[in-house]
């Protein structure tokens, strides 16, 4: 296992490209299952869940080509309708498989994924929408049972307790374009993300009116066809990146993201006083601010609010912005695992509920931290990023789950940080040597 070795106080400048959205990209893998024809997917960022995710798809019987780095061919002419617990698991995003074998093949068997660290992830909404397509829906042994036989499109309504399913959204999307009938969906997800679900598909002849609206109008065909599509940016990388140059950027320009998803996170920056430049709808330049920053209150929301998976990232940014924020956290209200170790490196934050209480500080100190999910992981390389001396992020194959060599990135516009094996690791700062 790598560790990630962080010193901290260089200044970031020059120009930082974002990858393809892993959220965008994970649902559209599974919609390929949809044709037997071919689907070519480009700029498809570099992570392990793809990688899970083209595991998958070639389990199921589908014949799958990284034809270059950012570009994947993926051939689903015959596929199974069962996904495993083995490979399920590793991965949350996999029950999205359930809506396009459902679509494609009327049935699919798939394992239900177990426990998440940021909060419970119920999928009791995906599996109200099957059911609403009249969709025959069993759980047993762990696995999800769906009968589609006699499915047939209907209103759905998806709102739940903390707003839409993004992947509830996507599912019921998936299995509605190849059911007979007219499906409505309100309540959708209006996230970017489901709205390059929405674009791949009607590439693919699906026919979907309402994209990026709460209310979805699908109109089933008998089949769908291959596609070439380019994934859109990720929004959540790229975010993390502005947030690395209010915390130590001279300069730095973050290209290759789309301005026009990110309103919330922008204003939210803006409200603090980071100097932020928007040059055109790709790029953006960001600095460190002469002076010191404002504290903000920032509350997560469904899009276009304040995205749950910046969250972590900008508590680093208020850990060290005189005053007092508040971080209340609306759609996985205990997802705070990166405040113990915030706190680690000296930054004091109390939770109150689904409140965090920053009181910003003059510094932050580089010490061991542990990664416990992926946002969180940024966090903490980002709080590395202005600590002072060395800190070492363990337990990082959260981070290659979500982000495209974010160390090489970090490091070409100025940050020294390194990726080493854990052995390299001074024992003595290693909580999990022996
Ligand atoms: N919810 C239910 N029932 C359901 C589905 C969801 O109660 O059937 C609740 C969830 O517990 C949560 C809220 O509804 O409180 C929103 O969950 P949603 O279904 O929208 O989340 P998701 O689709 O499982 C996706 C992203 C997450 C991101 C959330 C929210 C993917 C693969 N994952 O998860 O991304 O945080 O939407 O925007 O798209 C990440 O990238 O780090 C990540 C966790």
Partial sequence: MDV???EGGNPLSGSISVSGAKNAALPIFAATLLTEETC????????SDIRFMAQILEYLGAEVEQTDPTTWKITAANISHRAPYNLVRKMRASVCLMGPLAGRLKKAEISLPGGCI???RPIDMHLKGFAGLGMDVNIDRGYVFLDAIKASGNLIFLGGRHGSTVTGTANVL???????GKTVIECAACEPEVVDLCNMLVSMGANIEGI???TLT????????GCTYRILPDRIEAGTFLIAGAL???DLTVTDLRVSDMTALIDKLKETGVPLQINSENSITVSKSGKPLKPVDVVTHPHPGFATDIQAQMCSLMAITPGISIITEKIFPNRFMHVPELQRMGADIAIEGPNAIVKGQPKLSGAPVMASDLRASAALILAGLVAEGVTWVLRIYHLDRGYDKIDTKLRAVGAVIDRLPEKDMPKDLNPEAA
């Avoid at 699908?218 to 066809?225: D, S």
């Fill in 248 to 250: 130590a950027g001279k």
């Fill in 118 to 120: 940021i909060g419970p």
């Fill in 218 to 225: 699908i109109q089933g065909v008998e089949r769908l066809g």
């Fill in 4 to 6: 990630m070795r962080i």
């Fill in 212 to 214: 990026g609206s709460p």
């Fill in 40 to 47: 070519v997917l480009e700029n498809v960022p570099n992570l």
């Fill in 174 to 180: 998936m299995a509605s374009v190849l059911t007979p």
